[in-house]
């Protein structure tokens, strides 16, 4: 019998290995060339591929690399849709047929995995009210059980969740990228789990993941442990991301034993599973599989850029679960951090309002390449 280490250190199926440690693979894009093409179903056969995760960056590089999209644009651009209009019937149907290819595996796996992922609109990310009834037309108009709703964890967003939640639609929760927000993002979803069961909803019916960023954290401490340098200071550098990573598995472990979770358990509810986000590596002095190969645990998801993927198909190794146990050298780098200069609480600030805005520009961004396709639509009709 071969065993898992055998596997890794072998020519063989490396992110096989990966999903048997108990690590959903998901995969961070989402194109009509893959439905179209097969190939979002070759990647769940070949790379043990079990989700989809998208966004309006996502979207936006979809419509302006192909011409698979022109028909329908140009269809409702002549019925007089607007833009909105068009992002929303172009993006729904995207998720909506990556949900009938992952159908079998959500019915497969207890309606864990098989899961695709669709954002509410990033200028509704400080409007509670808003975003509630945004993602629930989303929920309405994707119809599929096995759709999450993104809304990212903004001080507005947390009531969102709770809200959405409680009405019994799963969701993805995203842009988290410190401990205490995510201790808020737990609290959020237990008391959606315990609205939800005061209106007499299944729980087990409901499902939802903590998308918690991983390499923006490493970008943004680097940055700050070069500019006060010397030697304690740069051999920090590439350890704060998984170190905070772990800490939040740490009070995922603690919050999901608690009597609280273990009084909704009885109704069927399932634990919220944190989700590693942002796992390509962006210093290109790292091994391109860090952000995979050391947060390895059973019972997380990692959505990964293809390009990561691959790396770890090709070169990852699994070296059993790199998470549980670590907790005490993740502590450690936190206070060196404190011990050199690195203000936490101002890094994730700043991340946070990082990321609310790059989820603004990845919006403008689909807006200004529908309007492009909108018109040239227009202009073919012309000529």
Known sequence: MTSQNDQTTSGSDRLGALSDAGVSIWLDDLSRERLETGNLAELMRDKHVVGVTTNPSIFASALAEGERYDDQVAGLTRGGAGVDDVITEVTTDDVRNACDVMREVFDRTDGVDGRVSIEVAPGLAFDTEATIEQATQLWRKVDRPNLFIKIPATTEGLPAITATLGEGISVNVTLIFGLARYDEVMDAYLAGLEQARSQGIDLSTIHSVASFFVSRVDSEIDKRLEAIGGDDALALRGRAAVANARLAYERFEQVFASDRFAALAEHGARPQRPLWASTGVKNEDYS??????????????????????????????????????????????????????????????????????????????????????MDASREDSDS
């Open 288 to 373: 391109d599989t860090l952000y995979v190969a050391e947060l390895v645990t059973s019972g997380t998801v990692n959505t990964m850029p293809e390009k990561t993927m691959n790396a770890f198909a090709d070169h990852g190794e699994v070296r059993g679960d790199t998470v549980r146990g670590s907790y005490a050298d993740a502590h450690d780098v936190m206070a060196g951090l404190e011990k050199v200069g690195v203000d936490y609480d101002d890094v994730i600030a700043t991340l946070e309002q990082e990321g609310v805005d790059k989820f603004v520009a990845s919006w403008d961004e689909l807006v200004e390449t529908v309007k492009g396709q």
